[in-house]
């Protein structure tokens, strides 16, 4: 059975960095792409990152305060938040594309940014 487990979400003051690290329980060669979702409440979950064997997708609302990065070696999949605002806060999920295997999900992880 495949796993995803998330870690790193925090309380940060507006303007503060983390870093989401997603930690998978097989090789992320597995998987057709990897990425990060995030819900805030009372919304949808939408997509923030995509990373598959280095090209890189982002949400317009993360683009150069984002960063995903994949980790063969020790399969993870991390991202880096810098300068997050407000709305920034939700649930951070970490998903792998199986293809016809259908989509694998975390357990996610919450980020909250406020003063």
């Known amino acids: 059975q495949v796993r995803l487990v998330e870690s790193g979400g925090d309380l940060v003051q507006p303007g503060g960095s983390l870093r989401l690290s997603c930690v998978v329980s097989?090789?992320?060669?597995?998987?057709?792409?990897m990425g990060w979702y995030r819900q805030a409440p009372g919304k949808q979950r939408e997509l923030v990152a995509t990373i598959s064997g280095g090209n890189t997708n982002y949400a317009d609302s993360v683009k150069g305060r984002f960063t995903i990065f994949e980790d063969y070696t020790k399969n993870t999949v991390d991202l880096q938040m810098n300068s997050l605002k407000p709305e920034d806060t939700a649930i951070y999920y970490c998903?792998?594309?199986?293809?016809?295997?259908?989509?694998?999900w975390g357990q996610g992880t919450q980020v909250t940014v406020s003063s």
């Open positions: 097989q090789t992320i060669f597995s998987f057709n792409r």
């Open positions: 998903n792998a594309d199986w293809g016809s295997y259908g989509d694998i």
